[in-house]
């Protein structure tokens, strides 16, 4: 039973261009999301992240919308760099994880020149 | 600052044989994780620590897993004996205070091959 769901697993875009990650969730005891991002033979690092009583938090090109009603939340980066190509994993926790971090399984972003 | 080290980065070992992994942590962080990421999908949580107490092993398997963090520092995580099912890349993060809204910092991972 997936809590957390990153339909696509994979996204080319253009240099310069939106980049849009999708996640949804299920469980609606999650009040915190976090947006992480994995290069290859590297840990993921933090990103970003946004509390449920939020609906946007953006820091620099790097921008997170939660819609609690449709649980589902995206990360928009804009403009996309050849240096955000990496894999990035959308993660939420609550009460009803037992504050564990649940985690999706991934977009693969490609960013073209 | 350092970020978290993991050693060793690769280890292939034939099935049944132990293996172990060691972590050390940001220094001053707390909370330390363990963590199993198959290929394709995300890391799963396989045991937290609050300092020397494991306050989360509900999906570690116990059968065959262990954990140890003394001294509340640095930690290793035992596969005894490894199985075919257990090749995955094994990392350990850490974080300042609990889980609650606190950002975990990764390394770089352990990937484990058994043959």
């Known amino acids: 039973d997936q809590q957390v769901k990153q339909n696509s697993p994979s996204l080319s875009v253009q240099e310069g261009r939106i980049s849009i990650l999708n996640c949804d969730y299920t469980?609606?005891?999650?009040?915190?999301f976090l947006w992480y991002k994995k290069y290859p033979a590297e840990g993921p690092t933090f990103l970003i992240s946004?509390?449920?009583i939020k609906d946007k938090n953006e820091d620099g090109r790097f921008t997170v919308f939660l819609n609690k009603s449709a649980k589902h939340l995206s990360l928009h980066i804009v403009p996309s760099q050849p240096g955000d190509s990496a894999v990035y994993f959308c993660?939420?926790?609550?009460?009803?994880?037992?504050?564990?971090?649940?985690w999706g399984a991934g977009t693969k972003l490609i960013i073209k020149p | 600052e350092a970020g978290v080290v993991q050693s060793p980065r690769y280890k292939i070992i034939e099935k049944k044989q132990p293996v172990a992994f060691w972590c050390n942590p940001i220094?001053?962080?707390?909370?330390l994780y363990w963590y199993r990421q198959n290929l394709g999908q995300g890391p799963e949580l396989l045991i937290r620590?609050?300092?020397?107490?494991?306050?989360?092993d509900s999906q570690l398997p116990k059968d065959r897993f262990s954990a140890e963090r003394l001294k509340g520092v640095d930690s290793t995580l035992k596969i005894q004996p490894a199985e075919l099912g257990d090749s995955a890349v094994y990392l350990c993060?850490?974080?300042?205070?609990?889980?609650?809204?606190?950002?975990?910092?990764f390394g770089p991972g352990t990937r484990l091959l058994v043959l």
């Open positions: 993660a939420a926790s609550g009460s009803g994880s037992n504050y564990q971090l649940i």
């Open positions: 469980n609606s005891m999650f009040d915190y």
């Open positions: 946004i509390s449920s």
């Open positions: 220094s001053g962080h707390n909370t």
């Open positions: 620590y609050e300092n020397e107490e494991a306050v989360d």
């Open positions: 993060a850490s974080s300042l205070g609990g889980p609650v809204m606190a950002t975990q910092y």
